[in-house]
């Protein structure tokens, strides 16, 4: 296993650590605008949003994932490049918290695309989208979320 399969295999070790804790901050912000009622996507609350709107989510968040990505991209070089100076990665405090950092931007990056993903396919399936906001409008006038229901 050369450097490089070391320094994929330590990423990857770093991103699956931060799958298995909770929640980040992105991840409940997303989960409570997007809807969180039982029987429902995960998604669900982008489904009642005009088509303009879900155009413009889906391009925002392509956005904040191309930057996430750039972000992945550089800190991943600067710690192969320690790791190279240094004779590893995970041999210093400063690459353990490299390796951290790559974790949670991998997250985030899964929900930029997550997000996208759900806006184009509320885009492309407005009948679907239609009957899950409908959906989403009665369980949460049940909730007591919304005091009137949703024509």
């Known amino acids: 296993m050369d450097a490089d399969d070391r320094l994929d295999a330590q990423c990857d ?51 904040c994932a191309g930057h996430s990505l750039e972000r992945l991209g550089t800190i991943a070089r600067l710690l192969a490049a320690s790791a190279a100076e240094s004779g590893g990665v995970g041999t210093s405090p400063v690459h353990r918290e490299a390796l951290a950092h790559l974790g949670a931007l991998t997250l985030e990056l899964e929900c ?31 909730a007591g979320e919304w005091p009137e229901p949703l024509v």
């Not at 997000?115 to 049940?142: H, K, T």
Request: charged share 25%; glycine share 8%.
């Open 13 to 63: 070790a770093a991103a699956t650590a931060g799958r298995a804790g909770q929640r980040r901050p992105l991840e409940r912000l997303l989960h409570h605008l997007q809807g969180s009622f039982d029987g429902l996507p995960q998604d669900a609350g982008l489904a009642r949003l005009h088509p303009q709107r879900l155009r413009e989510i889906e391009a925002a968040a392509r956005a």
């Open 112 to 142: 930029w695309v997550r997000l996208g993903d759900s806006a184009r396919e509320y885009l492309d399936a407005p009948m679907a989208a239609r009957v899950i906001a409908n959906r989403m409008g009665a369980s949460a006038q049940m």
